[in-house]
């Protein structure tokens, strides 16, 4: 018996990649929804076994999700959903707060027709930015201080009250998955690692805003994946929030620097004025749930910029 999955931002970065991976288990029909604020046509993965759909829609219309939820299932309801559309990338929620805010209307449209079509789980894709700036390390998903003042952050928020909502009044069941940064295959250039790539393949100055001295980890794709597919298929974290990044804490001015060094790069270090909001000094996850569902240890990121650079069309 097939299992129908509807993916929401399924033409976005993650959101393709793990349309891309379930597709390869012919059991399951895939739908795919995007509106293409931020996605891209091409991302939308290709399956040999004919069980991926793709619709262009806003999840933000009730009626057009509505539709979908009633036509365009494969002839049966969604079993599950993966809610992953969001206006994304730290420039473009800066400059379209309101436009960020918007999403609250997608969230609530999903969770009421999932509700009221017996969908079996919800996966919440989340943010690191709900910690805020934080105040404990490493992030541990128990100590949210909940101190941002980011719409994007405060969306995020808002969307896992709603998810934990509806569980509790309607017992809708969920997973919250809190992405930390990743990076790879089909990226776009919105993001530190696909952007600093990118200049130092065609050997561009690598702009760093302030000192440089922030820190991030950084998540290869496919651990992201297989983290998040395994909380699916094994039925783990259900009713739960699950931190999915990397382990290794490094500086922005160390990334360029490593970049540059896996490249081969003639590209030079620019520093720029700070930003005013945005870039949080520091962002280290407790990944000990994360780490239960990977059957082998993290890719270092020094081995997944190498991964990248063996198909330099990656970037999107």
């Known amino acids: ?30 739908v795919i929804i995007d509106n293409f604020m931020t996605g891209n046509l091409a991302k939308v993965p290709q399956s040999a076994h004919n069980n991926i759909q793709f619709v262009e829609a806003d999840v933000n219309n009730y009626d057009a999700l509505l539709s979908i939820f009633n036509k365009h299932n494969f002839g049966s309801g969604f079993d599950y959903v993966f809610h992953y559309a969001a206006l994304v990338g730290v420039k473009r929620t800066l400059d379209n707060p309101t436009m960020v805010l918007e999403d609250i209307t997608g969230i609530k449209n999903i969770l009421i027709l999932s509700k009221d079509n017996n969908v079996k789980r919800v996966f919440y894709s989340s943010s690191s930015e709900v910690y805020g700036e934080p105040v404990a390390f490493p992030q541990n998903e128990e100590t949210t201080p909940l101190n ?23 017992n809708l069941s969920y997973t919250i998955f809190r992405f930390f940064n990743t990076y790879g295959y ?17 050997n561009e100055d690598l702009i760093v805003y302030g000192d440089g001295l922030q820190t991030r980890t950084f998540c290869f794709i496919d651990d992201n994946i297989a983290a998040c597919t395994t909380a699916f298929l094994q039925n783990k974290f259900i009713n739960d929030t699950i931190n999915v990044g990397g382990e ?41 749930k ?9 890719l270092p990121l020094h081995q997944g910029l190498q991964q990248l650079l063996t198909n330099t069309s990656y970037i999107i």
């Open 1 to 30: 018996m097939s299992t129908t999955i509807l993916i929401t931002g399924g033409a976005g970065f993650i959101g393709s990649s793990l349309a891309e991976h379930l597709a390869q288990n012919d059991d399951f029909k895939i």
């Open 148 to 170: 941002s003042r980011l719409p994007y952050a405060i969306v995020k928020n808002v969307g896992e009250a709603f998810v934990r909502s509806y569980y509790q009044e309607y």
């Open 186 to 202: 089909k990226q776009s250039k919105d993001f530190v690692v696909s952007k600093y790539l990118s200049a130092a393949l065609n």
């Open 248 to 288: 290794n804490e490094i500086t922005i001015l160390e990334l360029a620097q490593t970049i540059i060094d896996v490249t081969q790069s003639k590209s030079k270090i620019v520093h720029a004025p700070a930003l005013k909001e945005g870039d949080m000094t520091r962002r280290c996850p407790d990944i000990s």
């Open 290 to 298: 994360m780490k239960t569902l990977l059957a082998k240890d993290l």
